[in-house]
């Protein structure tokens, strides 16, 4: 049994809110369970100095989690004075992610930048923020849209979205929170199209290696939840 008493192939409760940011072009408040991350999109309608006269726009992220976003307080990584490596690997991931599914020559000379802002951490925060992401940067895409920029769907060519399995007991179970994750014996977090395309794949063995045949049950689980996941963005999306 899950801590969550979650069946194996059941993820949290998922939630999009639009609109949720006054100032920025896209925002959304998503929701995995009680993990939340604040996802909000801004344009500027200028390209990083490498790329100025290519007639390619860019589309980055950035992440971070507020000091309370945990179970005991986490020092600023600004008053450290850098990034930690993991912020850097998960807003890298998150950039790669969403540049995945966008046709950056159909987005002009423009940047976007996406932030992702994880308020409350209970695992699965980087998925998250991929799949909110998303949302956010579609919200900026037809804001842009709207005043004759772009058409949106020129340049998102498709959905991409996230999801963490992992062997939670010696069972494939997608989703993990936090319980799960600080106990699984592996764990992986699969990033892919809303056609079924594979963007990335992250899976590590906690302890002993897992199979080939456990590798194909967590990649099955993650392939229908993020079918269900696109789903939701899609009715989000629409609302």
Request: aromatic share 6%; hydrophobic share 40%.
């Amino acid at each position: 049994m899950r801590p969550s008493r979650r069946q194996p192939d059941q993820m949290r409760a998922i939630s999009f809110e639009r609109n949720v940011s006054k100032h920025a072009e896209g925002s959304c408040l998503v929701k995995f369970g009680d993990t939340h991350v604040l996802c909000t999109a801004s344009l500027e309608e200028r390209v990083p100095p490498w790329m100025r006269n290519s007639g390619k726009g860019w589309v980055t992220a950035e992440y971070g989690m507020l000091p309370r976003a945990t179970g005991d307080r986490m020092r600023r990584e600004a008053s450290a004075g850098k990034q930690g490596g993991r912020t850097l690997e998960i807003q890298r991931l998150i950039g790669r992610s969403l540049r995945a599914v966008c046709n950056l020559q159909k987005l002009g000379e423009n940047q976007i930048t996406v932030d992702c802002d994880v308020i409350q951490a209970d695992g699965g925060t980087r998925t998250a923020s991929i799949t909110g992401g998303f949302v956010a940067l579609m919200d900026c895409l037809l804001w842009m849209q709207e005043r004759g920029m772009v058409r949106a769907s020129d340049v998102a060519r498709e959905h991409v979205a996230a999801i963490s399995c992992g062997l939670y007991n010696g069972v494939a179970v997608a989703d993990l929170d936090y319980d799960e994750d600080s106990s699984a014996q592996a764990d992986a977090n699969f990033v892919m199209t809303g056609a079924g395309g594979i963007v990335e794949i992250q899976g590590t063995a906690e302890g002993d290696p897992f199979s080939e045949e456990q590798f194909g049950e967590l990649f099955s689980l993650a392939r229908n939840s993020i079918a269900e996941l696109v789903r939701l963005q899609k009715e989000a999306l629409e609302r």
